[in-house]
């Protein structure tokens, strides 16, 4: 299984769940990577959800499609990245009904960002189901610069954007659907430890 | 009194001083000789005459400089004011509260003279005379948030009040302890203190929480933090430590005394009238070492609260690697005696140094 058990931390930090099904009137899967086996392990318990269930996947290089397919969903939409899908994801948000479930799974960035959109086409955030799967990278904010990188695993990290050596912390903007960097040598210039995991 | 505005900076060459009517009225924030988080919470109805407690909004000698010194934080970086788009309305609300506040407060500064929604404000010392539509905000030159504490003194969180929660929905900040506005807006009050240590284990958030979101309109209540700085920058944000960190460094035991500021929060929380938030005006006050030296009671006090704050702290504040150099400093202001209870110099009463 491509769980991961996470540290206990500070109170901005998000706190993902585990699928559990839920009677509603449709259901929207947003997933990237492993995040597929959270709705095949969700299916296996449920599998009369899929007959209304639009899934939007992003493989990253996993192979999960066939599985899903072999799910019969109403709708499987499978991307080559989150932007690309990300009109789409819009779409299904915006002619959304009464009674929509938003299922999410797979990395924090993906789940983080997917959240954000459903937010703000209405639906409370705490609404909306969650299941981590997969890497533990994460979405990082620069506080200085302002610019994302996306899948950050190490910590320290270099801004894709500016280029400041940035240390992870666990500080967690839901509007951003991003964690907070912020440099690591202001203090020492050049005194940067060497990369580590994140939770290494 | 009529104030004597400084000119002066808080960036480059630093030529913020105190004068001794504004090191007087400093707000020492310790009460005792030592320190630990508490809610310590007040009614915030007045004060003694010439403190900064007596008038809601205080406008001190700083306040034109200061004034100056945000207008420059907020051109180099428009993200330090942001409102999200149901906040407009405790926008307004705020700009009530403080042209009624400082109008009555400080007649001889400012005037605001209201015919329906046909609004004229006068502000003295900066130079505006500004007739607008209460409401309206094309009648305004920015947002009605932005507008007025680009005219008023400290930072502003403004939070709007639902789920048994408050949310830090928009905010004017640019002379904050280290926090960013644009990557706290929209979190709940204890998403956006999350980083704070210790406070939520001993379940000061929980109690704060409760108590703010029973604030009554005409009932502001206030309290006291602090945090130490080196230099007297006001814009000490997460977003340009990469530029101001390497300052903390420059401390020597020769210059402690005149670069190194205890840096003191002033905050205010009063209920709006219409839109129900909370407005959270947040007013920092800086003062020397040196100059605080000069009051026999806070300089006994500052060491010994200096000495024994849990290192925790002292990392979170940002100051445990000067401590040393700091304690060096200030056990030459601390001859053991006593001291008197409260945050009043008591210069009358207390004894001069004795060493």
Known sequence: ?200 | MTIQFNDETFRDDYTFRNSDWALKRFPFPFHEDSYMYSVNMEQHRGGPEGSVYEKRFDVDEHYVSEMRDRAQVLSEDPLRCQSLPHMTLAGWDVLELIMVSKSEDYPDLFELHRDGNRWRWINKPLGIDDTFTFLDEATLPYGPLEYITRQTQGDFAVLDQRDDNLWMDAGMVTTQADWSLDFDIGMNFFEWHAPVPMAHEKGIFVRALKFLMNIQQGAPARRLNWTMTVNPLLDTSPENYHKWGIQKTTLTPENIGAKQHLRVELQTFFRLPRSNALVFPIRCYLCSFQDLMTVPKWGRRLHRVVRDLPAELATYKGFIDNRPLMLDYLSGFDDGLPTSPGIWPDLETEPPLAK
């Open chain 1, 1 to 200: 299984m491509s769980t991961f058990a996470f540290p206990p931390s500070i109170k901005s930090r998000p706190v993902w769940g585990s699928f559990e099904p839920q009677s509603g009137s449709a259901y929207l899967f947003v997933a990237d990577a492993e995040g597929a086996e959270a709705i095949l392990d969700l299916a296996k318990v449920a599998p009369a959800l899929m007959a209304s269930a639009h899934i939007i996947y992003i493989p990253k290089g996993t192979d999960f499609e066939t599985a899903l397919r072999a799910l019969n969903p109403a709708q499987l939409y499978v991307g080559p990245s989150y932007a690309a899908s990300l009109p789409r994801l819009r779409k299904t948000l915006e002619d959304a009904k009464m009674g929509l479930q938003v299922y999410l799974s797979g990395s924090e960035g993906l789940m983080g960002q997917a959240m954000r959109e459903a937010a703000e086409a209405g639906i409370p955030h705490a609404a909306i189901q969650t299941e981590h799967r997969g890497s533990v990278a994460r979405r990082m904010q620069c506080v200085h610069c302002k610019g994302i990188t996306e899948d950050v695993a190490v910590d320290p990290f270099v801004c894709s954007h500016c280029g400041l050596n940035l240390f992870v912390r666990d500080h967690y903007s839901r509007r951003l659907a991003a964690y907070q960097g912020v440099c690591i040598d202001a203090e020492a210039p050049g005194c940067v430890p060497e990369p580590k995991g994140i939770y290494e």
